[in-house]
């Protein structure tokens, strides 16, 4: 099917806590630590960040569960900024709401994204799971097009999330969020507690159990 869109281009600036949580970024390039401790959970290695950040030295972590085994909390202190950082991510994941999701300090609203919201600076938007399996059926593909034309067809096919490629610009509507995360990643000052979801975070040593086929060729794991 072919899509024609006329676009009506202004700038608006929205940031939530809600439309900005349950996002994935696989494919990342993540700086070389300041430091590496062991921790039990998330919230003890936000403690960690927090001390590291009252000398400058902390502007993101990264926590993976890993049964006590390992340096799995370790401390980044990142001059990029998270949009930035996010930006360069190749897989992005977000669930699909009446509004554009953009991963920046500002948004801009067209045809296709009559209202949006920027999930950047302060928001749930420095929340980030990572090294992610997609668990959910595929309900339609769609190659080749720009993320916000992907988050139009996949909210006009009544999907429940959306799973796309920037470097192929591949998208994928998806029928739930299943999935299973190895990492979460997290912008110092960003409340875990309010944009986090554990239930979507697993062991390192979880194996992953897929949904049957739907059919659509799945996308291509990115090493």
Known sequence: MQWAFIFIVGLTVVTGQQECKN?????????????????NDIAACAAICSVYAATGSCSMYSFEANDGIGENCKIYDMQTSIPDFQAACNEVGLPV??????YDDECTVTNLCPTCTACGTGTCGGYMQMDCEFQGL?????PGIPFDTCQLLCRIERATYIHYYRESNDCYCMASDKRACKKQVVQYGTDINTC???????????????DPSSGVPPPKKIA
């Open 196 to 210: 986090s979801d554990a239930s979507k975070v697993s062991s390192a040593n979880e194996e992953w159990i897929e």
């Open 97 to 102: 709401h009446d509004e554009c999701i953009f």
């Open 138 to 142: 595929i309900m339609e593909r769609h």
């Open 23 to 39: 996002a994935v970024f696989n494919a990342c390039v993540l700086p070389e630590p300041y430091t590496a401790v062991n921790e």
